[in-house]
């Protein structure tokens, strides 16, 4: 499915919010949240970078997350259970003072948005944004 300008829409409030200090922070950044180029996939992989298992039955797979040190938005893939099913979303995670996703024992990711509810994706799915800018899921 191709979508969508709502995605657009929270990727640029998360990347563009605060714009000077998002770029100060990228270019003072020390960790491995890469930048996007046109045109990036992300692979719904259990190997992929930033994956976390939470202790309440969650997992998440960050692909971009902001800010370090407390509790940050991150967007990525998200599942809780049976994880046989993901959702693309956004997501509050704790993060560490390099920017990793911590407290998996105590600090659960709360979800405040995500892609398709009723139509989740599964493990291998990807997320690509395209050179045309488009985000399709
Ligand atoms: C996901 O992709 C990997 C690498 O191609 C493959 O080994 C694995 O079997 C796939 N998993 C599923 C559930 O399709």
Redesign the pocket.
């Known amino acids: 499915m191709s979508v969508n300008w709502n995605w657009c829409f929270v990727l640029f409030f998360l990347i563009f919010s605060t714009p000077f200090s998002f770029l100060v922070d990228a270019r003072s950044q020390s960790f491995d949240y890469p930048t996007a180029k046109l045109s990036t996939k992300w692979v719904n992989?259990p190997s992929a970078p930033h994956s976390v298992a939470f202790t309440d039955g969650s997992t998440v797979r960050a692909i971009l997350l902001r800010g370090t040190f407390g509790p940050r938005y991150a967007c990525g893939f998200f599942c809780n259970g049976a994880c046989d099913t993901y959702l693309f979303a956004v997501f509050i995670v704790q993060t560490n003072s390099a920017s990793s996703i911590v407290a998996p024992a105590i600090g659960f990711p709360q979800v405040v948005w995500a892609a398709n509810r009723n139509n989740p994706v599964?493990?291998?799915a990807t997320l690509e944004l395209t050179s045309r800018g488009n985000l399709v899921l």
Do not use: A, G, K
Request: charged share 25%.
């Open positions: 992989s599964r493990i291998n």
